[in-house]
C-alpha cells in the first residue's frame, strides 16, 4: 500500500463542473507535488509546494489550481476543464527539495474522465 | 530544458533472462532515481542514486550512476512475471526541486 492517499480514484466530470482532488500523506515530508500523466508517457510535473508555499508552477492553465492547507494536505481544485485534461493525475511527497530528500513516493493517482 | 534519453523503449524477455536498460543525458544530474509503475498504481521508487560511480543494489535489481553524471543504468537479473511494468529512470539536480523523467521502458516477461 502507498503511504501517498489519493482520493477520489476515479473522476467523470462535466466540462462545465467543479470538483477537486484529494492528496494525503503522514510521512512528515515538506514538500508535495502534482503530476498529470497520460497513458504509456511519463508524470509531467504540474506545481510543487515546499514548506507549505508553491515554489514551482510549470505554467499550468489556470482552469488547475493547487492548494495546500497544511503539510499533510495537498488539494488541486478542477474547474471547466477540457476533453484534453483527461489523464492519471498523481500526487508525490518528499522529505525536501535539496540533495538526497528528493525521491518522491508517489500515490496510486486519480483517474479523470472529461466529458 | 533538460531531456532524458531513454532505452529500449520495450523489452520482450522470457523468465529467467536479465533486463538492461539506460539513460543517458546531455546534462548533468546530481541524483539519479529509477521507478517502476504497473497497471492502475502510481509509479514506485525502486533505488535512488546520490554520487557518480554509485553501484546499488536492491533485491535483483542493480543500479548505476554514471561516472560523467549524465547516464544510469538499471539491470534486473533473473526475471520473473510480476517484473513486468514500466520502468522509469528520472535525474534530478540539486535543489531544483523537481525531476526530469525518462519516457520509460515497458517490460514484458513471458513465462
Known amino acids: 500500500d502507498t503511504e501517498v492517499t489519493q482520493t477520489p480514484k476515479h473522476l467523470v466530470m462535466g466540462m462545465t463542473n467543479k470538483k477537486s482532488l484529494k492528496c494525503e500523506q503522514h510521512m512528515g515530508h515538506r514538500a508535495m507535488y502534482w503530476y498529470k500523466q497520460k497513458a504509456k508517457k511519463p508524470p509531467e510535473l504540474m506545481f510543487v509546494?515546499?514548506?507549505?508555499?508553491?515554489?514551482i508552477n510549470e505554467s499550468v492553465p489556470s482552469r488547475f489550481s493547487p492548494e495546500c492547507p497544511n503539510s499533510s494536505l495537498l488539494n488541486l481544485h478542477l474547474h471547466a476543464l477540457q476533453p484534453e485534461d483527461s489523464a492519471l493525475y498523481l500526487c508525490a511527497s518528499s522529505q525536501g527539495t535539496g540533495t538526497g530528500s528528493q525521491p518522491q513516493h508517489f500515490g496510486d493517482g486519480t483517474r479523470l474522465s472529461i466529458l | 530544458g533538460q531531456q532524458l534519453n531513454q532505452s529500449p523503449q520495450s523489452m520482450f524477455i522470457q523468465e529467467g533472462e536479465d533486463v538492461s536498460m539506460n539513460c543517458t543525458s546531455s546534462?548533468?544530474?546530481?541524483?539519479w532515481l529509477w521507478y517502476k509503475q504497473e497497471p492502475g498504481e502510481g509509479p514506485v521508487l525502486l533505488i535512488a542514486?546520490?554520487?557518480?560511480?554509485e553501484l546499488t543494489s536492491n533485491g535483483r535489481l542493480t543500479a548505476q550512476f554514471g561516472i560523467t553524471r549524465k547516464d544510469s543504468f538499471l539491470n534486473i537479473s533473473a526475471s520473473i512475471p510480476s517484473d513486468v511494468g514500466i520502468y522509469f529512470c528520472a535525474g534530478q539536480i540539486t535543489n531544483a526541486g523537481k525531476s526530469t523523467f525518462g519516457d520509460g521502458t515497458t517490460l514484458t516477461v513471458k513465462p
Open positions: 542514486l546520490y554520487k557518480a560511480g
Open positions: 509546494y515546499s514548506y507549505e508555499k508553491l515554489s
Open positions: 546534462s548533468i544530474f546530481n541524483t
